[in-house]
């Protein structure tokens, strides 16, 4: 994980909590609109991918548990973390590319609807992303991997001085560049081989010279229509489309997209591809139906997208008819670190990283709140351009406190909590009913976020060792991590 060369180690904030009667009197706990719809408070988790579906996509026993116990506090929105819409091989990870993938995600609308007894909106992230491959063993890349183009030969031919490498057999080359030093390398290879090399092959939306991508903003409305349809079928109240982090939408979006077909370039390029996305979907769920959308703020890269970018989209958002503009920051493979061989680069450890998932070891800002300035920025733009869709804050929140203020002062007028809601799920029950002292304070060290890295199933470290020996406690790892938290014992 990317730190700060000299951090400073921040407390997480003290703070007292309201009583029942005033937490009944807060902006936080007074109903919104969304759409069509109304949630019963301003309060809102955000996806998290839980890396508990079935290796082909489907909803198992332990995703149905674990947002049935986020929806035992009811917060007024409920996210379902990032689900695929294509029918496409991609681990654990929940998917929506298809109709048989329908039921399951029913049944986990079922259990939340009646676990939060109708109170919590249930919508589900959509998302696209391009391929990403394992750091390969070096020879292995050299042996299979790697392209042995026109541009390659002329650069051994020029390295060794010796026009004969121009017409030798491939296998030569392949053995020549597995004996070359680091050094070598990077003066034979060209950027993206050598990514390919130390970090794993990745595609991005500018690489038009292959076909899938260079045919992205044909095929993808459809996609992303077909998938929001399943999810109105399976008793989802909305979706929210996935324009943040390091994924295809977010490519579009970017700042470093510069495809030349007209989605890239200027920003009302880069837009057009998430509008058309948003158009198609529209169409095909109706009028009535909740359609967000999350994006970045900022992306934190050198090059990307800044605060400027963000509040032209959500103009163009609201302007389009999105029912909410949740913001999100970072999380971008284009800083990320090296992953170990075998291991695929994870978009959350360079300094994108950290702003997306802030920790205590942080600079003097800290990581409470440090998205909502640039949030207030967007919202006032949007607000300003003559509308009044509702826009999330997310991002070191964890009192009642600092959400309130955030409302009252017009930052945001929802408020999430990721890391906060996964330390205590009755996070939003406890605090509305005047039992906010017994709140289990997430204490923003991101082991969680770790387990999400490996790919291991997520729990917070608050809850996951206590009572082991509860008999129904479901666990991972044989039995040394429990998979949900305790049960509140009011
Ligand atoms: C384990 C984990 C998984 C996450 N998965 C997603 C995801 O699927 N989609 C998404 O937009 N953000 C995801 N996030 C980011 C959170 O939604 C949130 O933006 C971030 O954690 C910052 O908010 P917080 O400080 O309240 O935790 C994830 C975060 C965590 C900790
Ligand atoms: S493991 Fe728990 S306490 Fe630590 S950051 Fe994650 S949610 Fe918070």
Redesign the pocket.
């Known amino acids: 994980m990317w730190k700060f060369t000299n951090p400073i180690r921040h407390e997480i904030p003290p703070t007292t909590w309201p009583s029942a009667d005033e937490a009944n009197q807060s902006l936080l706990f007074s109903p919104i609109r969304i759409g069509s719809l109304t949630a019963v408070s301003r309060t809102w988790v955000p996806a998290m991918v839980p890396w508990r579906a079935t290796d082909d996509g489907f909803v198992t026993k332990e995703n149905l548990d674990w947002y049935q116990r986020f929806a035992k506090g009811k917060p007024g929105v409920l996210v379902v973390e990032a689900t695929g819409v294509r029918d496409i091989p991609s681990g654990p990870l929940l998917r929506i590319g298809d109709d048989r993938f329908i039921p399951g995600l029913r049944q986990l609308v079922d259990v939340v609807n009646e676990e939060s007894d109708g109170e919590t909106l249930l919508f589900i992230q959509i998302i696209d992303f391009l391929a990403v491959k394992r750091r390969p063993e070096r020879d292995k890349y050299f042996d299979r991997f790697l392209n042995v183009d026109r541009r390659l030969r002329e650069a051994v031919a020029a390295h060794f001085g010796d026009q004969d490498w121009l017409d030798k057999p491939e296998s030569a080359i392949r053995e020549s560049l597995k004996r070359a030093s680091d050094d070598e390398l990077d003066r034979l290879l060209n950027e993206r081989q050598i990514e390919a090399l130390r970090f794993g092959y990745r595609e991005r939306v500018t690489d038009t010279d292959l076909p899938h991508v260079k045919h992205l903003p044909e095929e993808l409305p459809e996609i992303f229509a077909a998938a929001a349809v399943r999810a109105r079928e399976a008793g989802f109240h909305g979706v929210e489309l996935h324009y943040a982090h390091a994924y295809t939408m977010a490519g579009f979006l970017s700042a470093l997209n510069d495809r030349a077909d007209g989605y890239g370039g200027p920003r009302e390029n880069r837009v057009r591809l998430p509008l058309e996305v948003y158009g198609a979907v529209r169409q095909r769920v109706g009028d009535n139906y909740v359609v967000g959308v999350r994006f970045l703020a900022d992306e934190v890269i050198a090059g990307g997208n800044r605060l400027e970018d963000a509040q032209y989209f959500a103009v163009e958002f609201a302007k389009a008819g999105f029912d909410f503009l949740s913001l999100s920051k970072g999380g971008k493979f284009e800083d990320a670190h090296q992953p170990k061989v075998g291991q695929a680069v994870y978009p959350y450890t360079g300094q994108s990283g950290y702003e997306c998932m802030p920790t205590v070891l942080s600079d003097e800002i800290g990581p409470f709140g440090r998205t909502v300035p640039l949030v207030a920025a967007i919202k006032r733009n949007v607000n300003s351009a003559g509308f009044n869709t509702p826009i999330v804050a997310t991002g070191g929140i964890t009192t009642f406190t600092q959400a309130e203020e955030i409302l009252r002062r017009g930052d945001a007028d929802i408020v999430g909590m990721a890391?906060q809601a996964?330390?205590d799920p009755d996070w939003f029950m406890k605090v509305k009913i005047g039992r906010g002292d017994e709140v289990r304070r997430?204490?923003?060290?991101?082991?969680?976020?770790a387990l999400d890295q490996a790919h291991r199933p997520v729990t917070?470290?608050?809850w996951d060792r206590v009572d082991l020996d509860e008999p129904d406690a479901a666990t991972v790892d044989e039995g040394r991590r429990r998979l949900l938290a305790p049960e509140w014992r009011r």
Do not use: G, M
């Open positions: 890391r996964l330390a997430c204490t923003y060290t991101n082991y969680c976020e917070c470290k608050l």
